[in-house]
C-alpha cells in the first residue's frame, strides 16, 4: 500500500525559508523518480520539483528555480524539498508523488501547507 507522508510546512515571512519532507512508502523508492507537486486554492496542481532515482537529473519549474532545491535519502525514503526566498505566490498545499512529469501513483498524502505571508 502506498502511503506518502509530507511535512515541514508552516507560515513563513516573504523572503524566508523552509525544508519540506515526504517520508514514502509501499514501493521502492529507490528504483523511481520523486516529485514535489503544490496547490494553490483555485489554481491545478502544479510540478515544482523532481529528480530521477539516479539523483542527480532534476527538473524544477520555472517559477522556483534557482530557489527551490529538492534531494532524496535512500536510506530514509525520504525526499526533500529545501525552499528559499519564498514568495507569497508560493503559498499552496505541497504534496509528494513518485514519477518524473507525471505522478505514477493515485494515492496523494494530506500535504503541507505553507503560507508565505508578512
Known amino acids: 500500500q502506498v502511503q506518502l507522508v509530507e511535512s515541514g510546512g508552516g507560515l513563513v515571512q516573504p523572503g524566508g525559508s523552509l525544508r519540506l519532507s515526504c517520508a514514502a512508502s509501499g514501493f521502492m523508492f529507490s528504483n523511481v523518480a520523486m516529485g514535489w507537486y503544490r496547490q494553490a486554492p483555485g489554481k491545478k496542481r502544479e510540478l515544482v520539483a523532481s529528480m530521477a532515482s539516479d539523483s542527480i537529473i532534476k527538473h524544477y519549474a520555472e517559477s522556483v528555480k534557482g530557489r527551490f532545491t529538492i534531494s532524496r535519502d535512500e536510506a530514509k525514503n525520504t525526499v526533500y524539498l529545501q525552499m528559499s526566498s519564498l514568495k507569497p505566490e508560493d503559498t499552496a498545499v505541497y504534496l509528494c508523488?513518485?514519477?518524473?512529469?507525471?505522478?505514477?501513483?493515485?494515492?496523494w498524502g494530506q500535504g503541507t501547507q505553507v503560507t508565505v505571508s508578512s
Open positions: 508523488n513518485a514519477g518524473f512529469y507525471t505522478p505514477i501513483y493515485e494515492q
